[in-house]
């Protein structure tokens, strides 16, 4: 059945720039998915601008509703993180296109497809229960960090990679990430395939990597953690959009070749809820890793760090040129001393929620570790990947039932 007749897919918006919008380049914009974003020329937004050449209906339906302005002959779009809508029927689609001048052919009779779940269904269905994610057990690449205890931050993973072509089964740790559920690792798309290196398995429950029992005093007594989990990667997706140039879309998944049991030393981070309060600028955030320490060597310990959350404004008049900030990205960072480095790339930015219906601190993740201008100077924030925008690629990736087609 063919859904479009038309020559090519930028002739959609011939149509739709009869459309009244005022909108300036370049200004703030909320999407159809109700998404903070920029308004740019549709050509510099690649998530839809490749979306829309494929001539998928819900794409061109989506880039329809996007539209935002014209700055002369230039077509302006919302562009946030997808090019979709989220899961609507079939019959909300055509509705879409019914004030645009295209053709739907119905000539071939199909049976329609299932209406798909709400997104809300497949959060509980493929992500950790609120009561499982972002708990702890109980309630030196971070520069000028301090260091975790024991069972602090059950969910940062360790990434082990070698050189390409040997054989060895153990590696150095140069990335981590976070564990969402029991069988992916959410991480930096820059640390799937690094320049001559393979990356080949994770580390969960690791603390001290230099050690094959992870112990610690406390209160006069010996506390030693559960051995740590090393397991195999089946696959790693980065996002498709991706770029090396920007870091845009700097975020992917690695599916573990098995799934892993949940301990006090392996436990699920939370992803952000729609109905979680934006951070207030200035919001002290949390950061965790093996990174460089202040004597420019990889610490063998995790540590942790505080970092405060920066406009985004203020962050690109601060970094050098070409090093642009855009809707998909937040800042965090600028004091002297304390950053995220070098072997900290892909881990979790976090923040803490007290959950008043059950008293407990709860961690959610923010953002993912991805691109920086060396380690603690002064004045310099670090540019994260904003996770809340990238909510709906995860949940298509990790569950075989959700279909943005």
């Not at 859904?3 to 149509?15: A, M, P, Y």
């Not at 497949?122 to 960090?145: A, K, M, N, Q, Y």
């Not at 610690?216 to 953690?225: R, S, T, V």
Request: charged share 20%.
């Amino acid at each position: 059945m063919s859904l479009l007749n038309f020559g090519t897919s930028l002739c959609v918006f011939l149509v739709i720039s009869a459309i009244s919008v005022n909108a300036q380049l370049n200004s703030n914009c909320i999407t159809p998915n109700k998404e903070n974003a920029t308004c740019m020329p549709i050509t510099h937004c690649e998530v839809i601008f490749s979306a829309v050449n494929t001539k998928n209906a819900a794409a061109v339906a989506f880039a329809r509703d996007s539209y935002c302005g014209k700055v002369g002959r230039v077509i302006l779009v919302c562009c946030g993180s997808t090019a979709y809508p989220e899961p609507s029927s079939t019959d909300d689609i055509f509705d879409l296109f019914s004030d645009l001048d295209i053709n739907i052919s119905t000539t071939e009779k199909s049976t329609p497809k299932p209406q798909p779940k709400p997104l809300e269904d497949f959060e509980t269905s493929v992500l950790p229960d609120r009561t499982v994610c972002g708990l702890e057990s109980d309630s030196e690449r971070i520069f000028g960090g301090e260091q975790t205890k024991l069972d602090e931050f059950p969910w940062m993973v360790a990434l082990e990679f070698n050189k390409k072509g040997t054989h060895k089964s153990e590696g150095d740790i140069l990335c981590g990430g976070s564990l969402i559920n029991t069988r992916y690792v959410l991480t930096a798309a820059h640390c799937l395939e690094p320049s001559g290196l393979k990356l080949v398995n994770v580390r969960l429950g690791e603390w001290n990597t230099k050690s094959d029992s992870d112990c610690e005093e406390l209160f006069d007594q010996i506390e030693c953690a559960d051995k740590v989990v090393r397991i195999n990667i089946e696959e790693t997706i980065a996002h498709p959009y991706f770029s090396r140039r920007t870091y845009n879309n700097d975020i992917g998944l690695i599916k573990l070749e098995r799934d892993v049991a949940y301990t006090d030393y392996i436990r699920p981070i939370c992803l952000p809820r729609r109905n979680l309060p934006v951070a207030p600028i200035g919001t002290l955030m949390t950061v965790t890793g093996w990174g460089t320490t202040e004597n420019g060597t990889l610490s063998n310990v995790k540590l942790k760090v505080r970092l405060p959350l920066v406009s985004n404004e203020i962050c690109q008049q601060k970094l050098l040129r070409g090093k642009d900030v855009g809707a998909n990205q937040l800042c965090v960072g600028g004091d002297p001393g304390k950053d995220a480095c070098q072997g900290d790339s892909g881990g979790p930015l976090m923040r803490i929620f007290e959950d008043v219906t059950t008293a407990q601190s709860q961690w959610y993740l923010e953002g993912v570790v991805s691109k920086g201008q060396g380690c603690g100077r002064a004045g310099l924030p670090a540019v994260y990947t904003r996770v809340s925008r990238y909510i709906s690629w995860i949940i298509s990736i990790i569950s075989e039932e959700y279909d943005l087609e």
